[in-house]
């Protein structure tokens, strides 16, 4: 099975939610319509959707409804993207003008909401309170978690128990709410229902770690960025907790100091990549995210083994898959 | 009757929502709560509560959930509040600090999607459909509506038909939301949840009309503001579009160029202070207010004539209450 086994086996549903998310975006408003189109027609690899699409169908549902509460979700999604993007000043996205570069902050703003409140719309529609209540536990978490890691910017205090906290509220959260929602669609016993959501929020912290992973340590010909931008802005991640587990106390003084005070010049990032490689931080974080990756497939055996199954565990490592 | 009179009838149910708003703030993130808890001890009239709380007990509604739902229109309310204060980058509110200009964009930005997500779950605990959809389709419009007013910014085109647009989207519809909401609750006909839908909607445009009035022609005494901030933010409403209906030509045109090119010096604010002067703009403008509140009027009057009734009735002449 390799990733395209994967998503042939719902290429008419991840159709059928591209057009779902355009179809929605029925304003009066005519420029609320172009900020959404120009934000959905930029991509995106619809993870959600693909995750909550194949829950539902290894729990036997393939009705409509997955499309469209993958619509919803992806909508939350997009809402959270386009307000952190204006909160970082970010000026690109997925290797395009961000909405606020092109759109401004204020119209991205509301933009954000107006997809938040069609979101609301379509799940009351849906009209399942046990998915409403998942949902908004879901964007209130987020919302949460993105406070959190705002007060914890360059706070060298960090623990490894905040660290996870932020990655369960800013990743893990949406993909054990979509896994989640497959199983209620899927109408399978409770027990079924809770492995599904920790399938995807192990999955999510995992997913989330590797990123992490890849922002100090990542290969920029393969990531297509330049590292430390997490330093840059101040993010500690699995990397930097690891290495400050790991190196001694002067060099710990050190990169608490270029953390608080002095952020990311070339010759503070190379020294911090320097003692990453000299303790082998990359191999020592992969060990993290493994056993995350490991919870997770274990979060699946209960379940049949059909071919959605096999699915749902070979994303589980493709996920964080990396160059060894 | 006078406005205390109105105000003791529902003093209990006040002080519950106070309570609700406040008991509801109960994010394990401290700064969440720390910003909601500013934003609401800084005060606010809580006139939707009010609105909602006396159409139930008009309907022969007198149980809890009117405070519940109550609270969820303030959280809808405030999140609104906190994105707009950034967005105009508005440094006081109430005659307090701004939470932007305490706390900083970013976290006033998430506060608000955090009241957003947070609302949501109380109307999902409600477990109403309808209401959910009414306050669903409300926040969609409110978005929409900001939007749509700043695209329309110093838009001297502007119609009648837009500015009503924008009024409706920005006040009108939560007001409304809030007196169906009270008729749901009291399970009335359907009939009568549209007269009180109505006397919402009418009432929320007379109120933000007689708002747009007091901003250019109000006694700056009373008002506290210097008149003009409207006009300095390009803002296009009832009395310059009363004026531009009125004035002859050159005068509209200088008002234009005014608006689009020069914004509001002392110079230009006093021409257009006379123009409106000498075309009568302010009683111009108050008759189509009157217009508003009459029909919002009218629509009581379908429901039995009990004290509830009597305070809509006199709050919907109090909301437009001017110095004659």
């Known amino acids: 099975m390799n990733i395209n086994d994967v998503l042939e086996l719902v290429t008419d549903e991840r159709e059928a939610v591209e057009k779902n998310l355009i179809d929605n975006l029925d304003s009066d408003v005519e420029m609320v319509n172009k900020v959404a189109s120009y934000v959905f027609e930029s991509g995106g690899k619809r993870l959600r959707p693909v995750f909550m699409i194949l829950s539902a169908l290894m729990c036997g549902y393939d009705g409509e409804r997955s499309i469209k509460l993958s619509g919803v979700v992806e909508y939350i999604h997009t809402a959270t993207l386009l307000h952190d993007d204006v909160i970082d000043g970010a000026l690109y996205r997925r290797g395009k003008k961000s909405a606020n570069n092109i ?22 529609k849906d009209g399942n309170c046990d998915i409403q209540m998942i949902l908004a536990v879901a964007a ?3 919302s949460e978690g993105e406070v959190f890691q705002l007060i914890k910017t360059a706070d060298v205090k960090i623990t490894m128990e905040d660290y996870l906290k932020i990655i369960n509220s800013k990743t893990a959260v949406l993909f054990s709410s979509c896994c ?21 929020r192990t999955l999510g912290i995992a997913f989330q770690m590797a990123d992490d992973i890849l922002d100090y340590l990542g290969d920029p010909e393969k990531t297509g960025k330049k590292p430390g ?3 840059n802005e101040g993010k500690i991640t699995l990397p930097v907790i690891t290495l400050l ?34 303790y082998d931080i990359k191999a020592k974080s992969e060990l993290v995210v493994d056993k995350y990756i490991q919870e997770s497939k274990q979060s699946l055996e209960l379940f049949e083994n059909n071919k ?3 699915a749902l565990d ?3 490592d493709y996920m964080v898959a990396r160059e060894k």
Chains 1, 2 share one sequence.
């Open 103 to 124: 759109f401004g902050n204020d119209i991205t703003v509301l933009c954000g909401d107006f997809l938040y409140s069609r979101a609301f719309m379509n799940l009351v």
């Open 140 to 142: 209130a978490t987020m």
């Open 180 to 200: 989640e929602i497959g199983a209620i669609l899927g109408e399978v016993s409770e027990e079924k229902q809770k492995a599904l959501a920790t399938f995807g």
């Open 229 to 231: 931008t997490d330093l």
């Open 245 to 278: 587990e790991n190196a001694t106390d002067a060099e710990c003084k050190r990169v608490r100091d270029i953390i608080v005070d002095e952020r990311a010049t070339d010759e503070n990032l190379n020294y911090i990549l320097e003692l990453m490689h000299r």
């Open 308 to 310: 959605y199954r096999a």
């Open 314 to 316: 070979f994303l589980a």
